[in-house]
């Protein structure tokens, strides 16, 4: 039998995770399609020989993958088969939504990142001279940040859930970054007016979030998102990365006003 041709596989991989707007499959069937999709993409690029494995960890529900790059020494972070990291050899970012979201973000003063994975938001950041916090809510997020991904040993590093780390806020912040997944969709404990009234109070007067969204600009993801913010008068904006449809990324972006406005 003869090997499909790149093209063929492209298309398979598109019609493995076409979802309309209109086209309502359960959540299950939507997850299950974006991970046979991102297995199939991570065959069709990563054939074994040009990768090699540099972690494997099963912990609980996580499938974590580290692999390397033979032939010039890049690597990726993988769960579950969701690409979440990815370096040059040097250390440098290789995501274009990592770099989109960092230059959303203010160049000084204090930033919280929600999400580590592999840690390239939170090292760019710090390599930006902002002073940088990152939760997450698994530990070996950090132990394999720092051996594999190159982040700064002087990152301060919180394990916890991002909704009860806001719950009980000890100061607050220039900017926050909010890149957390359940796979490819948004845990629905985020998407909640108490999370949203939990980043407004966590964040200075002036102060900017930036929300991923691995979704185009005009799907339920995004609006739900953007509902979150509204709802806590955070002002959001859209940013579409990559178009518009399963495969983009979209930046929700708010700012908290310098003052409270006034009731009448």
């Not at 039998?1 to 991989?13: E, H, K, Q």
């Not at 997850?31 to 690029?45: C, I, K, M, N, P």
């Not at 230059?103 to 390599?127: D, F, I, K, Q």
């Not at 190159?150 to 909704?163: G, S, Y």
Request: proline fraction near 4%; aromatic fraction near 6%.
């Amino acid at each position: 039998m003869s090997r499909p041709s790149d093209r063929s596989r492209r298309s398979r991989f598109l019609r493995c995770v076409c979802i309309e707007r209109d086209d309502f499959v359960s959540l299950e069937c939507a997850v299950h399609r974006a991970v046979e999709a991102a297995t199939l993409f991570v065959r069709a690029v990563g054939h074994a020989p040009a990768m090699r494995i540099l972690a494997k960890i099963e912990d609980a529900d996580r499938r974590v993958l580290v692999l390397e790059r033979r032939a010039d020494g890049s690597r990726v972070y993988l769960d579950r088969g969701v690409l979440y990291t990815g370096i040059d050899a040097a250390g440098r970012n290789n995501l274009a939504y990592v770099a989109a979201m960092a230059e959303a973000l203010p160049r000084e003063g204090s930033v919280l990142v929600l999400g580590t994975a592999g840690g390239a938001l939170p090292s760019l950041l710090h390599a930006a001279g902002l002073d940088v916090t990152t939760v997450d809510n698994w530990a070996g997020a950090f132990e394999i940040a720092r051996r594999w991904f190159q982040m700064p040993p002087d990152i301060t590093c919180v394990e916890a859930d991002a909704v009860e780390f806001l719950q009980q806020p000890t100061r607050r912040w220039s900017a926050i970054a909010v890149d957390v997944f359940n796979q490819m969709t948004i845990p629905s404990s985020l998407l909640t007016s108490t999370f949203g009234a939990s980043l407004a109070h966590a964040l200075a007067p002036g102060g900017v979030i930036v929300w991923n969204v691995a979704a185009g600009a005009r799907q339920m993801e995004t609006w739900r998102v953007l509902e979150t913010l509204r709802g806590a008068c955070l002002a959001p904006r859209t940013r579409s990365l990559h178009g518009d449809d399963i495969l983009a990324n979209t930046l929700v972006i708010g700012r908290k006003a310098l003052r409270a406005r006034r009731r009448p």
